[in-house]
């Protein structure tokens, strides 16, 4: 089995593993350590003597006999008869058999896994990064690079969850009919979180390459994921659908040399056509049978960029609509900017940079460049060169990340040297 094939095993995993120790031994955080343990001796043994039978069973098993170490050196440290007298010590797996924690399986673990992370008891910042750490199985210190905060602050974040899931004395189930829209609205905050994680993934917000293509790959696996729990859950499937449609652009996204291509101009033929059918299929099911979410309306925007054969053909009067829908009721300027751009494509490129003036003037993206790139592609657009040229020219000063910066520069000297304006519908996607 080769390095990525065993990692990628062993992520999927441990969310599962984890699950059926708390759920039969309690002891959230001594639990995760065993697991832990168990993930390192399967990454040290299965190289050498090959893959178990029964991989996830293996795992039960070894994080079982750990736990059982474990508690066990934590009652001879503290030797206080009212603390050893709560604890259930898995004694019977102690010398327990290779293929033993097999009965303790149980394919609901990693949802209730889940539920148990978005406890109301537990402050929502806390519940992300609890969530993220046992059911995705992400590092602490990608975790504390997802919040921007230093890995120690996040550390005592994720303890500090840890010990609120122990002291509530939370029964390790799914939540009953009165508790789950609650801790439903708890996963959404994860959703979020994911969304984030993608973003960065496809667009790094620094540094010399536009994509983190680990990152993002992360995000879609935890989004699978999420997605095999709470299928039912029209946000969750919208959301899957969003990674896989905006994903399935990557390979035509830069040119060999790492130069940014816009969408307009993109080779669709590269564009990953596997992801787009799946991706389609997945928001056409979604809308069919929930209510249209944020996450959902964004995939469908996605949908009817990847459907189009040529980028002359995109239907942007629907983008539009779809955008009115999402915009109702938003705050967010980002997707008002993206807006605008909806408009220019319909009503004109006046009527696109009206709307870019207004959110100007209302503030909430001065400290980014995407309303001056935004704007310099509007204003070439209404055929103001000049005007242009300076908008491209400040977006790249304000372009934290090299390729996009390279991009918006070459634009400005493009129109400096009196360059050939390019299609309507150019934009990076």
Known sequence: MRTAELEGLLRESAPQVLGALVRRYGHFDTAEEAVQEALLAAATQWPEEGLP?????????????????????????????????????????AT????????????????ILLFMCCHPAITPASQI?????????????????????????MAQRI??????????????????????????????????VLYLIFNEGYVASS????????????????????????????????????????DARRAARTAPDGALIPLAEQDRTVWDREQIVEGVALIEKALAHAPAGPYQLQAAIAAVHDEAPRAEETDWAQ??????????GSDNPVVWLNRAVAVAMVEGPDAGLREVERLAAAGGLEHGHRLDAVRAHLLEMANDRAAAERAYQ?????????????????????????????GPGRRAG
């Open 319 to 328: 983008i539009l609509a779809l955008y009115d829908l999402l915009a109702r």
């Open 96 to 111: 327990a058999a290779p293929d033993a924690g097999a009965s303790l399986i149980d394919t609901d673990d990693g949802l």
């Open 129 to 153: 990064a609890l969530a993220l750490r046992a059911v995705g199985g992400l590092t602490t210190a990608e975790i504390a690079r997802a919040f921007l905060v230093p890995e120690k602050t």
């Open 159 to 192: 303890s500090r969850a840890k010990q609120q899931v122990k002291a509530s004395s939370l029964p390790f189930r799914l939540p009953s009919g009165a508790e789950r829209p609650q801790r439903l609205r708890a996963v959404l905050h994860v959703l979020h």
């Open 394 to 422: 400040a977006a790249a000063r304000r372009a934290s990340s090299a390729p996009e910066q390279r991009y918006l520069l070459s634009q400005a000297t493009r129109l400096a040297r009196g360059g050939a304006s390019r």
């Open 207 to 246: 540094g010399p390459s536009l994509h983190r293509v680990e990152l993002a790959a992360e995000a879609i696996r935890l989004a699978r994921m999420t997605h095999r729990l709470l299928g039912d859950q029209g946000e969750v499937t919208g959301l899957l659908a969003l990674m896989l449609l905006t």
């Open 53 to 93: 039978e029964d991989p996830r069973a293996w795992l039960i098993t070894v994080g079982s006999r750990r736990l059982t170490d474990l508690l066990r050196a934590e009652q001879a440290r503290r030797r206080r008869e009212d603390e050893v007298s709560s604890w259930v010590l898995p004694a019977d797996f």
